[in-house]
């Protein structure tokens, strides 16, 4: 494991090692598969950042699901208006059945109550969070979070599935960034 990597211009040191995250993932998939037993949860991915931990994840939920990988879509201009037009790529119905929404990251909270409002719309029979890591300091609305595998700083991070400008995703650590 390197202690820092380079990504672009910026250099990150590791925070959060492979072993703590996996370690994490199980305890969260124990519970999911404690709290949906006899049921068929809709586990929708959340693209770009969450395919990495998706991926161990369903791995160590050992019941029948299903899994779709959804992308968020918002309006493009010079500045990001943080406003989400649609989820792009539900080609599963949920109507009826629970879904468990897979996140990389929860800071703000304004995309994923976007999400959540969207979805509801589709009528599921419940709909949970699931993410890899939660900014409790930074959150801006409330969200019932069910499975949360760590909560950490304000601070900018990369690796794991988790990018800056597109690069940095395919670490096994998470790492933060050096002042």
């Known amino acids: 494991m390197a202690q820092t990597i380079q990504v672009k211009d910026k250099t990150f040191a590791v925070s959060i090692p492979e072993a703590q995250i996996q370690a994490e993932v199980r305890r969260v998939a124990k519970e999911i598969v404690r709290d949906y037993q006899g ?10 950042g969450s395919f990495i931990f998706a991926a161990d994840l369903l791995r160590e939920v ?26 792009m790529g539900l080609n599963v119905d949920v109507t009826g059945r629970p879904v468990i929404i897979v996140e990389d990251i929860v800071d703000t909270g304004l995309t994923m109550a976007h999400m959540l409002d969207t979805l509801r719309r589709h ?8 993410t890899l890591l939660l900014k409790p300091g930074k959150l801006q609305v409330s969200l019932d979070i069910r499975y949360c595998c760590l909560q950490i700083p304000n601070d900018f991070i990369v690796g794991y599935g988790l990018d800056y400008d597109g690069y940095g995703r395919n670490t096994k650590d998470i790492y933060t960034l050096v002042q």
């Open 123 to 130: 009528n599921p029979s419940s709909i949970d969070i699931c």
């Open 62 to 87: 050992d019941m029948p699901c299903e899994v779709s990988f959804v992308r968020l879509a918002s309006y493009q201009g010079v500045s990001t208006t943080g406003e989400i037009r649609e989820i």
């Open 39 to 48: 049921q068929n949860p809709v586990f929708l991915a959340v693209l770009n």
